[in-house]
Structure formats: C-alpha cells, structure tokens
C-alpha cells in the first residue's frame, strides 16, 4: 500500500530546503502532497516554482501585520481540517517556523507521525532567535522522527530525553546544501537589480536583517555599521534585499536609502539570491540558512546577532558572530576587507559541517524504514 505523505511549508526557506526532499519522496514511489500555509505567500510559490514544484494545497493564511498567534491559529485550524479530510501516514514539516510548530501540532492531536526536518537546533536561548528557539524545540517535542543535521544536533536531542533510538532518528546534514548545489549548477537571467552589478568588479557586500530581535535599536545599529564601512572604503557597494516586515524596511530606506553605492531590492529569488552570496566579499546576516550557504560558497559571513543555533559555523571557522554594535560590526567588516590573511582565515576549511548534498536521499532512505518496521 502507497504511503501518504504530507510536506508542509509556509516560508520562502521552508520551501527551498522542503524542495529537494519532495523530489526524493517521489522517487520513492510515496504519494506526497504539498501543504503551503501561506506563511510567506508569493515568495514561498516563487521558490517552489524555482524548484518544479507547485502546492497541491494552499491556505493562504498571509494578511499584512500578521501576529504570531493569529498565524498559529490558522494554520493549527487549516492544516487539521485538511488532516481530517485526508488523513495521512506522515506529517513532514521543516525547521522553526510558526508553521512548522502549529503543524506539527494539528499532525499530533490526529496521531499522526511527525518527521522534523532539521530537528535539534538550539541557540540555548528561548529569547534569540525569537519565536524560532522555541518554535524547533516544541516541535522536537511532537515529533516521531527527527531528522539532525549535524552530530551537535543529535547530540541536543539525546540531551533533552527524547525517544530517539537509530530507527527513529539519523544525522542526515542540511537539505539547503541540496537545494543550493541544485541551484548553482541551473542557468538563469539574473534580475535587474542584479544585472547592473555582473560589470562591477570592486568589494561587494551582501547584507541581509529580519529577526524581530533585531527590530528598532539593533537595526538602526546595524545601519550605522554599514554607513561606517561605506565611508571608510570608496570602492565598495552594498547590496540589500529588503525584507517584506514594515518594519524592516522603513528603517533600512530611511538610513540608506539615498545612498548610491546601495542598492536597495525588493526580496530576491532564490537563484538570484544564490549569485547574489557567491558574487559577495562579504555578507552580513542575521539568517540562519545562510550561515550554512555562505560555508558552501565559502564566503566570510558575519552573523548579526549575539547567539547562534549553528554554532559548527562558528567552530569551523566559516562565520563569526558580531552582534549589533556598530563598532564591532563595521570594524569586523572593514578588516576582512583589507586585511588579507584575516579574510582567508574564514576561507581555509575543510569539508562543509553541514552536508554534502546528500541530505535528501538520506531522509528518504530513513523514512522508507520506518515504514517497513
């Protein structure tokens, strides 16, 4: 008997690092249905478009300013209604959103399996990132397997007691370093922001900011930084994909906006984003996801916040966190700048910590014996 599958994802980078995996689901002969919640609505079916891939069920939960419990109910009540009128074998879902969380648990209150996709990333701190620390670690509570990416990942779930045994969880790596090596090698046109920068041969930097933590003083903050490294170097331009959040936005045009050598772009698609890290000097980021690009792409990532979930970044060597003091951050940025030996400190590693590509098929393999057991 075909297994029914369920993949749910509501943001652009749920998509992205689900994309790689569906495709392996059903090369696997399962029936797997894709779930958008609509979380992050148009740039979620962009990325999915990227990948040939198109949601089975959408619903369509985004309205502007969002609250956090206002997404939760939605998509706790939508994602179970769809649970009770086709029921499922196994509920995927992916990372820290709130869609994950409110997922998982409609899968839950249905006994239905739940397999987490990047489970066990903790930053230790319930409060940064925020919702996203407890967001994973309620899921990793609902959840009847567990996908780790990294041996420090299931090491964490170990820690905190939870049933996992070598039938129900695997160190598999990040799916993202699926997705991106999907990318890299799939030719495009780059977007118009972009193409004025493919004859641009100077330092370029990448920065990227949306974690509410970050919101208000950290950002005016992380702004200033970036005025600092302009003034201090003539040749280099500074490329800024502005988060769709008002309160993001407002903040980045009002201190750079009127800037020349910025160039503010509404979000980028995943494959433009993709040349977008790999053309950089440098990048600036409060991500997630991109400290495990930017080890790939082997590209100096600074992380603007003061806690991370990935810490095997920071052990390798591939990013440094800096917070959101201006200081640090610009001083940082300007020594791997100029500073040649400094700068190659963060490219002289060895293997990615977080895969080789293969995190897909493992997962697969993994979810093909459970169900055989």
């Not at 949601?55 to 179970?80: C, F, H, P």
């Not at 309620?138 to 041996?151: G, I, K, M, Q």
């Not at 509410?212 to 003539?234: F, K, M, Q, Y």
Request: with cysteine; hydrophobic share 40%; aromatic share 6%.
């Amino acid at each position: 008997m075909v297994k029914k599958i369920v993949c749910v994802v509501g943001t652009r980078p749920e998509g992205i690092k689900m994309a790689p995996l569906i495709h392996a689901l059903r090369r696997k002969r399962f029936a797997v249905t894709v779930l958008s919640t609509g979380q992050h609505l148009h740039m979620l079916h962009q990325a999915l478009h990227f990948f040939d891939i198109r949601a089975d069920v959408n619903l369509s939960i985004m309205e502007k300013q969002q609250t956090l419990d206002g997404i939760t109910v939605k998509v706790l009540k939508g994602v179970g209604d769809f649970l009770d009128r086709h029921p499922q074998d196994l509920a995927l879902v992916h990372g820290d959103t709130t869609t994950t969380m409110a997922s998982a648990l409609a899968a839950f209150y249905r006994r239905i399996p739940v397999g987490h996709v990047e489970a066990g990333l903790r930053s230790g701190d319930m409060s940064s990132p925020f919702p996203e620390e407890a967001n994973r670690a309620l899921t990793d509570r609902l959840a009847s397997l567990w996908f780790a990416p990294t041996e420090r990942a299931a090491a964490n779930l170990r820690g905190e007691g939870l049933p996992v045994t070598g039938n129900t969880m695997s160190v598999t790596g990040n799916t993202v370093i699926d997705a991106l090596k999907i990318a890299l090698a799939k030719k495009h046109d780059l977007c118009e922001e972009l193409a004025g920068l493919q004859s641009f041969t100077g330092p370029l930097i990448l920065m990227t900011s949306h974690r509410r933590e970050s919101w208000g003083e950290p950002l005016e903050s992380i702004c200033g930084a970036v005025t600092d490294i302009l003034n201090r170097n003539d040749e280099v331009r500074v490329l800024i994909p502005l988060h769709k959040n008002p309160s993001v936005r407002g903040v980045i045009k009002r201190h750079l906006g009127e800037n020349e050598r910025v160039i503010l772009s509404e979000p980028l698609d995943y494959p433009d984003f993709v040349w977008a890290m790999k053309r950089s000097s440098l990048i600036l980021s409060d991500s997630g996801g991109v400290q495990e690009e930017s080890a790939e792409l082997k590209v100096p990532l600074l992380v603007m916040r003061s806690t991370s979930e990935r810490p095997e970044a920071l052990e390798a060597g591939t990013a440094t966190l800096v917070g959101t003091e201006r200081s640090t951050i610009a001083d940082t940025a300007f020594r791997i700048l100029i500073d040649e030996a400094f700068r190659n400190s963060f490219l002289n590693r060895g293997a990615n910590p977080f895969g080789s590509g293969d995190a897909s098929e493992r997962i697969s393999d993994m979810i093909l014996k459970f169900f055989s057991l």
